[in-house]
C-alpha cells in the first residue's frame, strides 16, 4: 500500500513540474528567445541613412535586380566555319563553302547610353568573329569591337545602328571603398545558356594578383584584384559585381578551377571609366600610363655581374633608349644606372613588376617612385603617368 501510493505521488510530482515547467517557459523562457532571435535576424544594415533589416535586405536585393537588369546584356559570338567535303577514305579533302556558327556567349553592360558597353578583353579578341547583343527585351543588336586594352582583361564594343537611348549602370565613385565582407550581388549568362542569373556572396579579398589563363589567348598576369565567393560561372564571368547601391564594383574576369567559390573581378571607378571612354573617344584606342624607362629585373647574378648595391628590384641599364626621350621619366630626373625600388611604397619584385603596379592606373595619376641612385643614396621622385 506504502508503495502505490509513493509511486501515485511521484507521478503527481512529475505532472505538477511538467505543468510548471512548461508555464515558466512559455511565459518567461519563450519571449527572451524571441528576443534573441529577433536580435539576430534583424542585423541592421544603414543604407542612404536608412537602417535595414535581414527581411528589408531580401527586398532590396530583389528590387535591385530588377531596376539593373535592363543593363546587363547577353553577347552572342559567331564565326563562319568552312565545310569540307572528303573522300570515303578520308585521304583527300576539298573545301566546299562555309557556314556561320554561333560559338560563344557572355555578359555585358553598358557604361553609354548611346550603346558602349563593357566587357573583358579574353571575350572579344577575335576580329575574325561577328558579334551580336540581345537585350534585356530580347532585341538583337550587331556590335563591333571598339578598343582592347593592352594592360588589363578589359575591351570597349558598341552597338552598330542603336534605336534608343539605354540603361547604363551606375559605377562606384572609388574602388577604395570596397570593403573586406561586403556583399557583392554577380549578375550573367551563366553557363552560356542561363540569361540573367543572379548569385549573391561577400567580398572575400582584396589586391589579390593571379596568371589568368585562357585556351584560345594564353596567359596573362592579372594584379590589384578583387576576391569574391559570389558564384560566377563560364558564361558569367564577364558581367558586373555590384554593391547594394546597384553599384558597379568592379568586372568579373576569372575564377580558380582548383578552388571552390574564388572568383576574381577588376576593378572599375567613376574616374577610370570616364578616362577609358575619353581615351576610345578620342583615339579610338585605350591609352594606357607610361614612365618611360625600359628596365631589366634584378636577379643574384646580375647583382655580382655589376657590382649593384641592391639584391632587388628593376635595374636601368646604361644603354641608349632605357630612358625614353622626352618622358615624365626623363624630365623628373631618373636616369640609366637607377634601380627602381618601390612605386608608391609597393615594393617592385619579379612577382610583381612595374608594369603590374601600374596597371590600374591611368594617365595623369601621380605616382611616388623610390629610387637607388649609384652612389647609393636613395631617392623619391613624384610625377605624373604620362600615356602610350
Known amino acids: 500500500m506504502k508503495t502505490k501510493i509513493l509511486i501515485v505521488l511521484i507521478v503527481l510530482s ?41 527581411t528589408d535586405l531580401q527586398s532590396e536585393v530583389t528590387k535591385l535586380v530588377q531596376d539593373v537588369g535592363p543593363s546587363v546584356v547577353n553577347i552572342i559570338i559567331k564565326k563562319d566555319i568552312d565545310l569540307y567535303r572528303r573522300d570515303p577514305w578520308g585521304f583527300f579533302q576539298e573545301k566546299v563553302g562555309s557556314v556561320q556558327k554561333q560559338v560563344w556567349w557572355g555578359s555585358w553592360f553598358f557604361v553609354a547610353k548611346d550603346g558602349t558597353i563593357m566587357t573583358n578583353k579574353h571575350v572579344v579578341y577575335d576580329t575574325t568573329a561577328k558579334y551580336s547583343v540581345i537585350t534585356n527585351d530580347g532585341k538583337e543588336y550587331d556590335a563591333s569591337v571598339i578598343a582592347l586594352d593592352p594592360l588589363t582583361d578589359l575591351a570597349i564594343i558598341k552597338i552598330e545602328n542603336p534605336d534608343k537611348e539605354f540603361q547604363v549602370l551606375e559605377i562606384i565613385e572609388d574602388e577604395k571603398h570596397i570593403n573586406i565582407g561586403q ?16 548569385s549573391f556572396g561577400v567580398i572575400s579579398g582584396k589586391n589579390r594578383s593571379i596568371e589568368a589563363s585562357w585556351v584560345w589567348i594564353g596567359t596573362q598576369k592579372l594584379s590589384w584584384l578583387l576576391q569574391t565567393d559570389t558564384a560566377i560561372n563560364p558564361g558569367n564571368s564577364w558581367g558586373p559585381l555590384l554593391n547594394l547601391n546597384g553599384e558597379i564594383v568592379w568586372i568579373n574576369t576569372a575564377i580558380a578551377g582548383n578552388g571552390q567559390w574564388l572568383g576574381f573581378s577588376i576593378p572599375l571607378s567613376k574616374k577610370r571609366m570616364s578616362y577609358i571612354l575619353s581615351s576610345v573617344e578620342k583615339y579610338w584606342e585605350i591609352k594606357r600610363p607610361l614612365i618611360g624607362i625600359s628596365y631589366i629585373p634584378v636577379s643574384d647574378s646580375l647583382v655580382k655581374e655589376l657590382w649593384l648595391k641592391a639584391n632587388y628590384w628593376a635595374y636601368i641599364p646604361n644603354e641608349n633608349g632605357s630612358i625614353l626621350s622626352g618622358s615624365i621619366a626623363e624630365k623628373s630626373g631618373i636616369e640609366s644606372w637607377d634601380i627602381i625600388l618601390e612605386i608608391d611604397n609597393i615594393k617592385v619584385t619579379l612577382e610583381n613588376p612595374i608594369a603590374s603596379i601600374i596597371q590600374n592606373k591611368i ?14 643614396k636613395e631617392k623619391i621622385f613624384s610625377l605624373e603617368l604620362g600615356e602610350y
Open 14 to 54: 512529475s505532472v505538477i513540474s511538467w505543468v510548471i515547467g512548461s508555464y515558466i517557459f512559455l511565459y518567461y523562457v519563450t519571449p527572451e528567445l524571441n528576443n534573441v532571435i529577433t536580435k539576430t535576424i534583424t542585423q541592421e544594415i544603414v543604407k542612404d541613412g536608412k537602417t535595414i533589416t535581414i
Open 183 to 198: 556583399f557583392a550581388i554577380a549578375i550573367g549568362n551563366a553557363l552560356w545558356e542561363f540569361q540573367n542569373s543572379v
Open 363 to 376: 594617365p595623369g595619376d601621380s605616382i611616388e617612385i623610390k629610387v637607388l641612385k649609384k652612389d647609393g
